[in-house]
Nanobody, 121 residues
């Protein structure tokens, strides 16, 4: 059974930094695109950043220049380095992966349970 588990969230002051990690485990054949999404209270979930297996990246305009997404394909792990954090970055951050499990013919989307990031002003 495939699982995505995030870690690294917490409370930080404005201007501070945090590094999120997401470890994918289970019978995984291949992981295509991985990404980070976030959902603030009362708002819809939104894209933060994505990265392909070949490490092509895409960022939301709101985080460009402040966040860096990366991945370790050998470890099936995704990272998000967040710097110059602002109160508006406060949200639950979710990891997502489009992957093919051993028991599946197709690629499917999997989500982690989320990790809270709170930026105090």
């Amino acid at each position: 059974q495939v699982q995505l588990v995030e870690s690294g969230g917490g409370l930080v002051q404005t201007g501070g930094s945090l590094r999120l990690s997401c470890a994918a485990s289970g019978n995984i054949l291949n992981i295509n695109v991985m990404g980070w999404y976030r959902q603030a209270p009362g708002k819809q979930r939104e894209l933060v950043a994505t990265i392909t297996r070949g490490r092509m990246t895409n960022y939301a305009d709101s985080v460009k220049g402040r966040f860096t997404i990366s991945r370790d394909n050998a470890k099936n792990t995704l990272y998000l380095q967040m710097s110059s954090l602002k109160p508006e970055d406060t949200a639950v951050y979710y990891c997502a992966a489009n992957l093919r499990a051993l028991e599946s013919t197709y690629y499917n989307d999997y989500w982690g349970q989320g990790t809270q990031v709170t930026v105090s002003s």
